[in-house]
């Protein structure tokens, strides 16, 4: 039975959308049937990695309604050599497609949580895909709780900023506990870490979050410089960056 | 002392004004109910249109039944009580508390009550 997973924060810029191509893409490898859904509608950036000149929609549409995910997935496997399973949905990053994102009202937001609960049904039960992986946006917004109510492993990733702790903390008791999903957390772009400083952090923000840390990722400059168009787990898999990402696949896995 | 159709003409004139303002008053009052009216068909809609706030909100019994039937989107009691593991009788109980709510439907299908959160309102 495939599975849903969210690829969440608190705040932006911790590394989420890495984590859901390279994720994406070790799954893919290992010959799951992988689709990758790009629901961070007010920060699209999917299309920076793969591409995205063959859509003939975005899911802005299969959640408006107006399109089915089938029309809107697009076979990205080429980008990983074909040596895998890999489809995308794109969001429309055009500024028009954000903007309206953004002013959705209460009575679309209802709508869009039937699509998307429709829509995990359709990707994992019908279409039968091992994972779907979702990059959402951050924070507490519809668009984002959306995803998490749809979810059956929810990852959420957090820095060692006090406030994107502070805030991870009060995110996951007051929603992640009380729709009672299973969570887990990453933290990412940890930096000059030894190994024992990590354990220990891993023992205190797991007291914290009351919730499993999988993985401490360390913040390695050869990684923030490349660009977003390269998927590491392809250029170099033997980056230990990479056999890290390995490790917390496997987790989710065994989930 | 002003001649009488003077004064008549400047009476008519007032009237006119006043007849405006009493008109002018009338449209803001109607235009006023207009929104008063509006605003509780959203508050209804607000009670009987689930969404992810308000699924936090729901009691956690009825929280747990309504996140499994999200799962499957649409079943019957009994395959939402293999995935809360509670009594088939139960969940029945949930689900139909649910309908009165107005956040599930529920619809027959071949003999079989199925219960589903599949949309009723289609955009236009």
Redesign the interface.
Known sequence: MGKFITIHSFKGGTGKSYLSVNLSTIYALRGKKIALLDLDFRAPTLYEVFGNNSSKCYINDVLDGTAAIEDCLVDCSSKIENRGKLYVAFADFTTDAIREMVSKGRRWEIEALRRLLMLRKKLVDDLQFDYVIADTSPGILYLSINAVVAADIAVVVSTLDDSDINGTERMLRELYEIFEKKTFVVVNKAIGLQNEEKQKIIENLGKKYRTSIIGVLPCICDVGALKRSTILAIKNPNHPFIKMIEDIATKIENA | MESSPERIDDLYREFGWIKDYLEEILSLQRRILQKLDSKKTEDH??DT?????L??RLPDHL??TM?AL????EARADEVAKITGRARAIESGYLNQLVRMGYVKKVRKKHQIYFS???G???G
Request: aromatic share 10%; proline share 0%.
């Open positions: 809609s607000k249109e689930l969404d992810a706030w699924l936090l929280r747990k996140m999200a799962k499957l989107v959160v599949e949309e309102y289609k955009h």
